[in-house]
C-alpha cells in the first residue's frame, strides 16, 4: 500500500472525527448542516470553499472557539485522540494536543516575535529545557523568524507574521494544527514557502493538519485529502489528487475546463448546486 493510499481516512489511524454537526448563531442561523469530516494521524485534510461556505466555522467548532462568537455546536459530535471534545475549553484542548491558526494571522503586534513565540508555550508543564529545545526547533523550520526574533511583531511582513503565528502554535507541542486561511493576504511565492514547511513539519514532526483554505490549487497540492464545502453543507470529498482532476472542480474552484468557462462565479449558484447534489 502506498503512503497515499495508507493515509486515506478510511485506511489510516483517525485523530479527529467530525460526526454529522451542526452549527447554529445567536441561537437563530443555521450556519453548518450535517458536516462529518475526518483527519487520519499523520495526514493533511483541506477544507475548500468559497467565502461563507462554512470552513472557518468548521474549524472554530473543533477548536471550541465558537461560544466567543455566540455559536455553538448544536447535533452530532466531534472526537479528538478518542474522546469527544465539544464540551472542552480551547485551553483544555491546547493541552490535549489540538491548537487553531486562526484566519488572519493575530499576532501580539506590542510584543517581539520571540515573546509571541513563547507565549505558545504557555500551557507546557515540561520545563524550561524542553521549551527552549522546541524554540530551537520552531526557528529550524523558520529561520526568518531567528532573524527578526527581537523585532516587534506589528512592524513585521505579513508572511512573517503568518510564521510567527503557525510557530506560536507549535510552540504548545501540538500533535494536530488548525490551520485557517494561511495563503490569505501573501504573495504567491510566500504561500509556497509556508505551504512547504506545513509539508515539512507533517512529513518529519508527525503533525496531523487541518486547513481551510479558499486557494484550491495550492490546497489541493499539498493535501492528501479534501472536503469542498458550499452553504453549510459538505459537497464533495475525496483524494486531493482526485479532486484536482475532477472536471466539477476544474471549473468551478481551479478556473479551467467546462465548456470554456474560466470561474466558478461565472455560473449561476443553482447551477452548481444541482450537479454538486445530483
Known sequence: ?????????????????????EVIYNHVILVLKGVSL?????GIVAILGANGAG????????SNLLRGERGEVTKGNIIFNGAEIQDLTPNELVQRGCIQV???RHCFGHLSIEENLMTGAYTRKD?????KDHLDLVYQYFPRLK???????????GGEQQMCAIGRALMSKPTMILLDEPSMGLAPQLVEEIFEIVRDLNQKE???????EQNTNIA???ATYGYILESGRVVMDGEAKELRENEDVKEFYLGTGGEGRKSFKEVKHYRRRKRWLA
Open 55 to 62: 470552513k472557518t466555522t468548521t474549524l472554530r467548532a473543533v
Open 1 to 21: 500500500m502506498s503512503v497515499a493510499e495508507n493515509l486515506k481516512p478510511e485506511n489510516a489511524e483517525t485523530i479527529l472525527s467530525v460526526n454529522n454537526i
Open 147 to 157: 532573524e527578526r526574533r527581537k523585532s516587534l511583531a506589528g512592524y513585521t511582513s
Open 38 to 42: 475526518t483527519v487520519p494521524k499523520g
Open 206 to 212: 508527525g503533525v496531523s493538519f487541518l486547513l481551510a
Open 220 to 222: 489541493l497540492k499539498y
Open 127 to 131: 520545563g524550561a529545557a524542553a521549551v
Open 102 to 104: 486562526m484566519e488572519g
